[in-house]
């Protein structure tokens, strides 16, 4: 091991990692680094410091960062020029300041901290997909996947004469069809960034391919039921093409009076023999922030005071809100993505695509469901035998990544959903 490597900040990280700045203040704790190969007790006691400083030059900049130190205190470690600045720095990093020092020390200390300050990712939302669409994973190829339902025989018995005939119904059936589609992306890594990465950010990028993965099948998702102006207008109908009325009445913006109209609407709806059905296991989805507090704010109400469906303008009921046993809520903001207008206004109902007929399927290729990674296999050996995986592709020493996701969806059974654009016209 030589002296670079002895003195590199980022190994002695790599060998400190769990000790805590008191614990490195007494040689009790440089004595836990006894038997690293190479390591010397004078050295030990080196990078014991070392690391100290370099953590209290990391505090200073991470507070400057999150407004916790002065902007001026910053500037004065750089170009000190004021005593009472610099005791101030003294108690915030003793280890640095105490000792006496110029400008270039602090900056050796933050050049060794600077490439090492990453953000972290962005928290993204959970994917909604899943909740509102029935679910297959056994989709065998790329051909057309056909799904049938039935309908017929549930209608009421007719009263049967003596010796008379009995009535004698038919079985009626339809389907839809949809088939899964590949999608892939991916990046490629030189050799040479691979060795200079010490910030493992490399391993980052496959969870963002992975985010990635998810994210279009969200967007595919969402553009089964959202279109251009709000709900999609082949999914949501006033019942002049197929004779569903799935259009919440008047598209009301949303409010607890118009849950409740859309709940009286979605009652009143009947099967193709026209006989009564029930929707079970409710779930609303809007695309706007205001939009979703406003609705949360709704669903989790104690209790609602009401002059109408049940008493007069002259009359006031307070009722138990039992819309928040029944009805979950979610926030989807890819479909702002899709409605260019009406976003921040639409609201969608769905059943839940488990117990009745789901208004969208989702179907993904078997054995992979979800968001698939690889890398590409290494085809450097070395001379002796033996491939090397870090050398990657023989010809450019290159690595290759890729995300891949097969599936596919359609719309389904249009009783399974309602919706409104939030507009009241």
Known sequence: MNLQTIYDPGFSNQILQGFNLKELESMESANKLTGVPGFSPAT?????????RVQ????????????????????????????????QLMKIAPAVFNESMTSSDFTVLTDQILDKMVWANYQVYEPTWSKIAKVRSDIRDFRLVRTYYFDGGKALFPEVKEKAGFDRRTLNSNFFDYGVKKYEAGYEVSWEAIINDNLNFFQEM???????????????????????AGPDATLYTNGSVNGI?????????????????????????????????????????????????????????????????????????????????????????WIRKIATTNAATSWWMFADPNVTRP???????????????????????????????????????????????????????????????????
Do not use: C
């Open 44 to 52: 030990r006691r080196l990078n014991v410091i070392n690391a100290k």
């Open 56 to 87: 209290e030059a990391q505090r200073i900049w991470q507070g400057a960062l999150a407004g916790e130190v002065p902007p001026f205190l910053l500037k004065e470690a750089f170009h000190p020029t004021q005593d009472f600045a610099y005791r």
């Open 206 to 228: 496959p969870r963002n391919m992975s985010i990635g993965g998810t994210n279009t099948i969200e967007n595919y998702v969402t553009s089964l039921y959202t279109g251009a």
């Open 245 to 333: 009325n799935n259009i919440i009445t008047g598209n009301p913006a949303i409010s607890i009076e118009s849950i409740q109209a859309a709940l009286a609407q979605w009652m009143n709806l009947t099967d193709a023999d026209g006989v009564p059905i029930t929707m079970a296991g409710l779930t609303i989805v809007v695309g706007d922030g205001t939009l979703y507090v406003k609705l949360k704010n709704i669903i989790n109400t104690l209790s609602i005071d009401m002059n109408n469906n049940g008493g007069t303008t002259l009359e006031r009921i307070r009722v138990q809100n039992w819309m928040a046993q029944g009805i979950s809520v979610i926030y989807n903001p």
């Open 359 to 425: 208004a969208i399927e989702v179907g993904f290729l078997s054995g992979y469901r979800g968001v698939q990674m690889y890398r590409k296999a290494s085809n450097t050996v070395a001379i002796g035998g033996g491939i090397s995986d870090v050398l990657g592709d023989f010809e450019t020493m290159s690595t290759e990544y890729k995300g891949l996701i097969v599936f596919g969806g359609t719309q389904g059974d249009p009783r399974s959903t309602m919706a409104s654009n939030g507009t009241g016209s």
